[in-house]
Structure formats: C-alpha cells, structure tokens
C-alpha cells in the first residue's frame, strides 16, 4: 500500500507530530510511506525523520522566503486543495480536525480516508456534517474514542490504537541518578508551575536532588521567575528543547507528568519505555490514561493541597528504592504495547479492513 500522512507541519516540536513519525517509520517496513506537511516552517524537521519515509511540503513558510502570492490562508488552502484533489493513495491518514473536514471534502473517494485524532474539535458542527465521508476515527485512549463516538452519532466507526514509540532498542535508566525530569512544551496547560512549587518542597527535604525541565514555549519567563522566587536556582534546571527526549529521559529515576490533560501523551510513553516511573495527577485527561498507577506510576488528586500531596508523591519515590525499581520494572512491560511493530500491525490490520469494503 502507498500510505499518506497529512500533518499541518512536520517540523514542529509536538508530541502528535512525534507520534505520526513514529507510525510512519513503523508501517515503512512493509508500506510506501510519505509525510505531507501543509507547511514547512524549518530548514530541517525537528524531530528525525525515518529514510523510508518521504517527506513533501506545500506551503513553504520559513521566513525570508518569498512567494509569487502572498502569504496567507488563501494561499495554504488552496495549495492543500491541489494535493488533495491530485492525491495519488491507497490510504490517507489526517492529523487534525481540520485537515479531516479538507479530506473529506476534496480526497479521491478511491482513497481510505481515516482521522487520526488526539482530542475534540474546537468547532464541532462541520465535523459532524462531514467526517461521515470518512472511512474510520482512530484515537489512542478509549475515553477520547468514545467521545468522538458520541460527537458522530454512531455515523462513522471509531477505533483506538496507541501511539506508537520509535524503534527500539530504547534508551534504559539506571535508576540511580537523583534527577526527576519533565519534558513537554512550556505552556500552561502543561502546568510546569505546581511541579515547581512541589520541587521546592522536595528539595528542601532531600537537597541532593535535581528537577531538570525540557523543552520551550510561552510560559519560560514566568516559570524561570518562579524559579526565583523560591530560590531555587541550584536544584531546578531549564534544558531546552531536544530531539531525543527518551534519551534525556534515561538519564533520570523519576519522571514527573503535572499536566491536566496529555494528549497525545508521548512523553508520559517514552519515559515508560526508559523504565522511569511516572508520578502524575488523577484525571479523565491526564497521565492516567497511558499508565496503570501502582504497577508503573503514581497518581495524586487534584484539588486542595495537591502541591503537598505531588511532593509527598515525589518523596515517597526518592526515600523507596525497592518501589522505585519495581515501578520501573512495570513502566517497561507497559511500554510493550507501544512498540513500533505492534501499533503498525494494528494499523495495517484496519487498513486492510477498511480496504476490502470497497
């Protein structure tokens, strides 16, 4: 099969795009692959791109590039209604809920078209009218597969797959370095803030431990400031952005996760597949959807003192050493239904279904 993957840009640093590479790579082993970016924002992707795996833009977007048009909506939609239109696929997979509506519209009817979706439409109403052209919803947790089920009315099927993580082997913690890390966009959503101010807690208790923070965005400077303001300045550190957030990931013996939702949650999969226990919120959206906690996570409530209860979580993992290693014992094994042949197959099994209804 010539599988197309439809992504509003490859060359971010997002974890749905970590994801779609990923899946891509995986189902390359068998199938002609190709990215296609709607834009192309970069010089370079951020994160690798597997060799079997052919990449094409429609909008070049970098800046200083000039264009016979102007840049614009108009430009971008027009651009993706030629390559829709002139698709030549067995099977197109869409990324966002926009790109689905533009594939249902104007894709080949020829073409397997599937939504791959990792949360709810903003706009809702031109979902419901159009996703039933589609052939098939997938999501990678059940509660958003029954949301989606819910928002279609029974008028298109919905599955759910995981995410898939990079080929292995993967990168394997020691557990013995005193560093907890987080990795992830820096935005509020994200809640960085609280991770903090539990920090300080635990280091206040246990000094000769490190918070190390991957990754950029809006939220840096008030972060950095809080980082001030409790002086904590010899006990949490600002990484930067990386590629390879597994491998920063292995360096650690606890991960923390202190979003209040995850979606697609690829952070919360490759620090699992280090062997790194997580420790994270309760939540229908949250970390709890990708771990079994107590066999390779902890969980905390939300609400009232859950600053002190995520810290008394952290410390409960710095003071046990036996639990810790158990925990991360459990995060490998649940890591296993991630590996990058088990979600193709899964995949390709669907696709092949979908294409003998034709």
């Given at each position: 099969?010539?599988?197309?993957?439809?992504?509003?840009?490859?060359?971010?640093?997002?974890?749905?795009?970590?994801?779609?590479?990923?899946l891509a790579a995986?189902?390359?082993?068998?199938?002609?692959?190709?990215?296609?970016?709607?834009?192309?924002?970069?010089?370079?992707?951020?994160?690798?791109?597997?060799?079997?795996?052919?990449?094409?833009?429609?909008?070049?977007?970098?800046?200083?590039?000039?264009?016979?048009?102007?840049?614009?909506?108009?430009?971008?939609?027009?651009?993706?209604?030629?390559?829709?239109?002139?698709?030549?696929?067995?099977?197109?997979?869409?990324?966002?809920?926009?790109?689905?509506?533009?594939?249902?519209?104007?894709?080949?009817?020829?073409?397997?078209?599937?939504?791959?979706?990792?949360?709810?439409?903003?706009?809702?109403?031109?979902?419901?009218?159009?996703?039933?052209?589609?052939?098939?919803?997938?999501?990678?947790?059940?509660?958003?597969?029954?949301?989606?089920a819910r928002l279609?009315?029974?008028?298109?099927?919905?599955?759910?797959?995981?995410?898939?993580?990079?080929?292995?082997?993967?990168?394997?913690?020691?557990?013995?370095?005193?560093?907890?890390?987080?990795?992830?966009?820096l935005v509020p959503?994200?809640?960085?803030?609280?991770?903090?101010?539990?920090?300080?807690?635990?280091?206040?208790?246990?000094?000769?431990?490190?918070?190390?923070?991957?990754?950029?965005?809006?939220?840096?400077?008030?972060?950095?400031?809080?980082?001030?303001?409790?002086?904590?300045?010899?006990?949490?550190?600002?990484?930067?952005?990386?590629?390879?957030?597994?491998?920063?990931?292995?360096?650690?013996?606890?991960?923390?996760?202190?979003?209040?939702?995850?979606?697609?949650?690829?952070?919360?999969?490759?620090?699992?597949?280090?062997?790194?226990?997580?420790?994270?919120?309760?939540?229908?959206?949250?970390?709890?959807?990708?771990?079994?906690?107590?066999?390779?996570?902890?969980?905390?409530?939300?609400?009232?003192?859950?600053?002190?209860?995520?810290?008394?979580?952290?410390?409960?993992?710095?003071?046990?050493?036996?639990?810790?290693?158990?925990?991360?014992?459990?995060?490998?094994?649940?890591?296993?239904?991630?590996?990058?042949?088990?979600?193709?197959?899964?995949?390709?099994?669907?696709?092949?279904?979908?294409?003998?209804?034709?």
């Amino acid at each position: 099969m010539k599988i197309s993957f439809l992504v509003p840009s490859a060359y971010a640093m997002r974890g749905d795009v970590r994801a779609t590479l990923n899946l891509a790579a995986g189902l390359a082993a068998r199938h002609e692959v190709e990215i296609v970016s709607v834009k192309r924002t970069k010089e370079t992707p951020f994160f690798p791109v597997d060799p079997r795996v052919s990449l094409r833009w429609l909008v070049d977007a970098r800046p200083g590039v000039r264009h016979l048009l102007p840049p614009g909506q108009v430009r971008t939609e027009v651009a993706l209604w030629r390559a829709l239109r002139g698709l030549r696929a067995d099977v197109l997979v869409t990324t966002r809920p926009g790109l689905g509506i533009q594939a249902a519209r104007h894709a080949p009817r020829e073409v397997v078209r599937i939504a791959r979706e990792w949360s709810r439409p903003a706009v809702p109403e031109p979902v419901r009218r159009l996703y039933p052209r589609l052939d098939a919803v997938v999501t990678s947790t059940v509660s958003a597969r029954d949301e989606w089920a819910r928002l279609l009315d029974d008028d298109l099927s919905v599955h759910t797959i995981p995410d898939a993580l990079p080929a292995g082997p993967w990168p394997r913690s020691r557990m013995d370095n005193r560093i907890v890390s987080a990795g992830g966009r820096l935005v509020p959503v994200k809640s960085y803030n609280r991770l903090i101010r539990a920090f300080a807690i635990v280091a206040d208790k246990r000094p000769d431990w490190r918070l190390r923070l991957y990754g950029t965005g809006p939220e840096e400077k008030r972060l950095r400031g809080l980082v001030s303001e409790l002086d904590l300045h010899n006990h949490v550190y600002f990484m930067g952005a990386t590629s390879d957030l597994p491998g920063e990931f292995a360096k650690a013996s606890i991960v923390a996760v202190p979003s209040r939702q995850e979606a697609p949650g690829m952070s919360v999969v490759e620090a699992l597949s280090c062997g790194v226990p997580v420790v994270g919120f309760e939540g229908s959206r949250g970390p709890a959807e990708f771990v079994r906690p107590g066999h390779d996570s902890v969980l905390v409530p939300e609400g009232d003192d859950e600053v002190e209860a995520y810290a008394a979580a952290l410390l409960g993992l710095v003071d046990d050493d036996r639990r810790r290693l158990a925990l991360a014992a459990g995060a490998l094994r649940t890591a296993e239904a991630h590996a990058a042949g088990a979600v193709a197959a899964r995949w390709q099994e669907l696709m092949y279904g979908l294409r003998s209804r034709e």
